[in-house]
């Protein structure tokens, strides 16, 4: 079993960065895709980005050229490099498996970019 645990979150302006964290324990080696997701108010749940356990990157239209996915097996995390953040990329961001996990959802971290 995968328990995942979301950190990083936080207050920024507009134009400023934010690294997130998500730290699995349990059999994290052996999940090939991993996603950072995220939940805007009165939005679905959508993929910003993804990575592959051979570090094979992948992202939404919206956060291209601004986010960065990585991943370090050795420590079981994986990483979302957030930067020139905007309002719109205000939302609580969550890591699960890509396909998501319904019993991997974590509680996110909240991330709330003022203008």
């Known amino acids: 079993q995968v328990q995942l645990v979301e950190s990083g979150g936080g207050l920024v302006q507009a134009g400023g960065s934010l690294r997130l964290s998500c730290a699995a324990s349990g059999s994290f080696f052996s999940i090939d895709r991993m996603g950072w997701y995220r939940r805007a108010p009165g939005k679905q749940r959508e993929l910003v980005a993804a990575i592959t356990t051979g570090d094979y990157t992948n992202y939404a239209d919206s956060v291209k050229g601004r986010f960065a996915i990585s991943r370090d097996n050795a420590k079981n995390t994986v990483y979302l490099q957030m930067n020139n953040l905007k309002p719109e990329d205000t939302a609580a961001y969550y890591c699960?498996?890509?396909?998501?996990?319904?019993?991997?959802w974590g509680q996110g971290t909240q991330v709330t970019v003022s203008s």
């Open positions: 699960n498996t890509l396909p998501p996990y319904g019993a991997y």
